[in-house]
């Protein structure tokens, strides 16, 4: 018994010192990356492109298709992931028959002060999927062993994708300076399998929104629409003002912040329309039966500026703070170009207002303070930004000459404005 005990020590000391030799060979205290690209309206216009020719063709596909992702697509892909997602900086080097990826990782604060450098190499192939050296820190895995972790951690954490099916669908791989090709079979049944990854990883972030009484809230909203009706443009305070009650008489018998958050879901989804209030009606266990938004109901007169607000709001709610900025503002950078409404900075005063207002539901004096509010304003003016003096409809050559990139010195003080602004409103201001 205590040869057994001895070995089973040795065992366990062993496996602890193999544990902590691969986390201290994977963490660096510096990036390797060390500030995101700047954000340029012709990335965004590469990456929407993208998005558009290949996911579209994809999702109609019956037989086999070539996908292409070329240099500037690629970059302006990472530069919004980059930009969406707080302590991540990624970018991709192309060379002919292969393609390396490079990615740091910030830790959170509260873990460790440090960073994790990836870089791998994915290669020209004939036979579907090829990975060269995968290096994280200061390990270096071959590429076959790369391929499995990747596909044996995936099918793990989201077994409703099937990504050993997915994996299997990639017959080819070319990849020369300018871009990769992937050859590729279309799967009929990928949007589900994709919705039911991201309400799965909802429940994980935070288990108990599925349990928010979001219906009771819609309902409130589908009833205000129906005595409203449709023969007169109201404002959004119109719905604010009485819900402000409802939100505030029931958190007095329950948790408030489950009431404010049931109602930001609530409105985010009734005001919004297609996949999006789709997708996120999946995050709840109640069965909401989805209405068509009203069509009359405005933010400082426009149906546009309404329409950001929720849709930020519930971004916000969804996932990172972060990533419903980005969206906002890369969808401005992207009406900057030719054919768009131009770039607005009205509209990302929406965006911005819009996750401030996701932001009541997380912290209970916040929504406190927005709830008092709201019962005692007189107009929307008490959670919305005066939007008269921001500068709409800028062209992609105009925002170019003017501002450069959304990270040069004039822009971010055009935005710290906007924030100031937005911060000192009555239902914000701390």
């Known amino acids: 018994m205590k040869k057994l005990l001895v070995s089973l020590f040795a065992l366990v000391l062993i496996l602890s010192l193999a544990i902590a030799s691969v986390v201290v060979l994977s963490v660096s205290k510096q990036a390797s990356i060390s500030a995101p690209r700047s954000v340029s309206p012709q990335q965004v216009a590469d990456a929407k492109q993208w998005l558009q020719s290949n996911v579209v063709q994809f999702s109609k596909a019956q037989q086999a298709i070539d996908i292409q992702l070329s240099q500037q697509q690629m970059q302006g892909l990472l530069a919004l992931a980059s930009k969406a997602f707080s302590g991540l900086n990624a970018e991709a080097h192309f060379a002919p028959e292969y393609l390396q990826l490079q990615a740091s990782v910030a830790l959170p604060k509260g873990i460790y002060h440090g960073y994790i450098n990836s870089h791998i190499t994915l290669l020209s192939s004939a036979e579907g999927l090829r990975f060269g050296d995968w290096q994280i820190g200061g390990l270096r895995l071959p590429g076959s062993i790369a391929k499995a972790l990747l596909t044996r951690g995936l099918e793990a954490l989201f077994p409703e994708l099937q990504f050993e099916e997915l994996l299997a669908g990639l017959s080819q791989v070319d990849i020369d300076a300018q871009q990769v090709s992937v050859k590729v079979q279309p799967v009929a049944d990928l949007g589900v399998r994709v919705a039911s990854v991201y309400k799965n990883v909802s429940q994980w ?113 969804a996932g990172e703070q972060g990533f419903s900025a980005s969206i906002g503002e890369f969808k401005e950078l992207f009406d900057s170009l030719e054919g ?91």
């Open 205 to 317: 972030q935070n288990p108990s929104v599925s349990k928010l009484p979001v219906d009771v809230y819609y309902q409130k909203l589908l009833t205000l629409s129906q005595q409203y009706g449709q023969q007169q443009t109201i404002s959004l305070y119109d719905y604010l003002y009485p819900l402000s009650f409802d939100v505030a008489m029931r958190g007095e018998q329950g948790e408030l912040l489950t009431e404010q958050q049931a109602l930001v879901w609530a409105m985010a989804m009734f005001f919004s329309q297609g996949p999006f209030q789709q997708v996120m009606a999946q995050r709840f266990e109640q069965q909401i039966s989805l209405q068509a938004a009203p069509t009359n109901v405005t933010l400082a007169g426009r149906r546009d500026l309404l329409l950001h607000f929720v849709y930020s709001a519930g971004l916000s709610m």
């Open 340 to 430: 768009g409404s131009g770039f607005s900075f009205a509209d990302l005063a929406a965006d911005k207002a819009g996750i401030i207002f996701a932001e009541t539901a997380k912290q209970k004096s916040k929504a406190k303070q927005f709830l008092t509010v709201m019962r005692n304003a007189r107009s929307e003016e008490a959670f919305f930004p005066r939007i008269d003096d921001l500068t709409e409809g800028i062209s992609e050559p105009d925002f170019a000459h003017i501002y450069g990139s959304t990270d040069s010195e004039l822009y971010q003080q055009k935005v710290f404005f906007i924030d100031q602004r937005i911060a000192n409103l009555p239902a914000f201001k701390d």
